[in-house]
């Protein structure tokens, strides 16, 4: 458990800029550049120690020594890839001000974050094969004094290297569960309300539980956010010309920032239709 108020080497400048670095990226590992190399620390070290075959260390042999591990830079590229492929998140805390210039502590941010579901690189995830990020969304039944409205599930799916992207309305939650069998997405996005209390969303843990679950903002799996970003991106003012406008349940992957925002272009409107009993927009 990393804590703030960890005495010794935690309380050095340096330690703390890591600290406040690795709060705002709880669940990624965090690769924080020093230098030549990229270190990781606590928890993040060991982790990384494992998956990576790379020996565990620390600056001291003390026994509130801080667990640390690191990569060369240069070799990013070799080591990544066993990262993602375990179904972690990496976040790239860069140094971002010249050593020379910095009086005191270089200043230093989180510039990336690679997910396994945003790979578009082909020496990560090989030339035929395609890298799904789906995003899973739930309405409720409900009945009110005008209407009653049925439960039913929202589904998008994109494959990252090719830019194909399709947006699903289903009532059938099976029907959703053989979709994602199908796809065997890398990362599946659940909203916050959900990802966070599994427990008590028994149908969705089922559907999800094979999958790397990626928590994410409600906000951006509301109709009027999602229709919204999927018209900008489109440069059209309704999705009539998708066959989708009336569908009620939008998964705006148009909307999830981080590390995507590189494969957006593309996006292409091309077409509608049916997608395995549920109607969509397919976008290429």
């Known amino acids: 458990m990393i804590r703030k108020s960890d005495s010794g080497p935690a309380q050095t400048p340096m330690m703390q800029q890591y600290l406040l670095a ?69 976040a790239i805390c860069e140094q971002v001000q010249d050593p020379k210039e910095a009086k005191g502590l270089v200043e230093r941010e989180v510039v990336r974050v690679i ?21 899973l969304c739930h309405r409720p039944e409900s009945t009110s004094k005008k209407k009653k409205t049925a439960e039913a599930f929202g589904l998008a799916w994109m494959d990252v290297t090719t830019g194909e992207f399709t947006i699903w309305e289903s009532g059938d939650l ?54 919204r970003g999927l018209v900008s991106h489109f440069k059209t003012r309704t999705l009539d010309g998708f066959g989708c406008e009336h569908l009620d349940l939008f998964v705006g992957l148009d909307d999830v920032q981080r590390d995507i925002d590189r494969v957006k272009h593309h996006l292409d409107g091309r077409g509608a239709g049916e997608v395995g009993g549920g109607i969509g927009i397919r976008a290429k």
């Open 22 to 90: 690795k709060e705002k990226y709880a669940e990624e590992v965090l690769f924080f550049r020093m230098g030549d190399f990229y270190e990781m620390f606590f928890e993040d070290a060991q982790v990384a120690s494992e998956l990576l075959g790379i020996a565990l260390t620390s600056r001291s042999k003390d026994k509130d020594a801080i667990p640390m591990a690191g990569i060369p830079v240069k070799a990013l590229d070799s080591y990544l890839p066993k990262l993602l492929r375990a179904g972690k998140r990496v």
């Open 174 to 227: 099976s029907a959703i569960a053989t979709q994602l069998e199908r796809l065997a997405p890398a990362e599946c996005l659940l909203p916050e309300s959900i990802a966070f209390n599994l427990e008590n969303h028994p149908a969705f843990a089922e559907v999800a539980r094979d999958y790397l679950i990626t928590p994410f903002s409600d906000p951006a799996f509301d109709r009027k956010t999602a229709h």
């Open 115 to 135: 997910t396994p579901g945003t790979i578009t690189d082909e020496k990560i995830i090989g030339e035929k094969s395609n890298n799904y990020l789906a995003a």
